[in-house]
């Protein structure tokens, strides 16, 4: 004759407490195996302006090419290569038609759901550096850190927005966006999208 170990309520707890355990594992496990996201986006440029994309000795781009060597497929496809509608499609994954930007003077609405309205949601650090050329330059709530550079910058003495106020830039602004990004990544712990 068996022993009776668990009576039914003790059978439902203790599968209630396996199914918590389990489920606190998973959310562990998926916690550490996000990824960190990093965009990069260009202006001007078409497919063959990068050397490891064409054989033309002019075009010498080194560290962007290391970055394709090392296993980034580096290719992106727009429907309108615009800055507007081309940002909005990036950031959304929706066409120009459905954000509201078709042309550089109509931008996307703020209900526009984004990826990092999501990711920030979902506990990412997320980070604009650079231009945002998508309506004013002052910081969005998605954004845990702002550093907006003029949508026409002269690059050298210009100045940035740095979450509501406005840093002069006395070195290029391609290395000075370069530097603060990489300052801003030494201090995260947790993942992100620049």
């Known amino acids: 004759m068996q022993q009776k170990i668990f009576s039914k309520n003790g059978s439902i707890i203790l599968c209630m407490l396996v199914s918590y355990c389990t489920a606190v594992v998973q959310s562990a496990k998926a916690q550490t195996t996000r990824p ?13 302006s990068l050397s490891i994309n064409t054989n033309d000795p002019l075009i010498q781009t080194p560290n962007i090419d290391r970055i394709g060597e090392e296993g980034a497929d580096i290719k992106y496809y727009c429907t309108n290569s615009l800055c507007v509608p081309g ?15 078709v042309n550089n003077a109509n931008y996307p609405p703020d209900s526009l759901v984004t990826l990092p309205k999501i990711l920030h949601a979902k506990g990412y650090h997320t980070a604009l ?10 910081p969005k709530p998605e954004f845990d850190y702002w550093l907006a550079s003029h949508n026409q910058t002269t690059y050298y003495n210009d100045s940035c927005n740095y979450s509501w106020v406005h840093i002069p830039v006395n070195e290029h602004m391609t290395d000075f966006e370069t530097d603060s990004a990489l300052a801003l990544i030494s201090r995260i712990d947790t993942p992100f999208l620049f």
């Open 129 to 138: 550096i650079g231009k945002w050329m998508m309506g004013n330059w002052n």
């Open 87 to 101: 940002r909005a499609s990036l950031l959304s994954g929706k066409y120009g038609h459905t954000t509201g930007a």
């Open 36 to 48: 960190n996201i990093v965009i990069i986006l260009t202006d001007d440029m078409v497919y063959h």
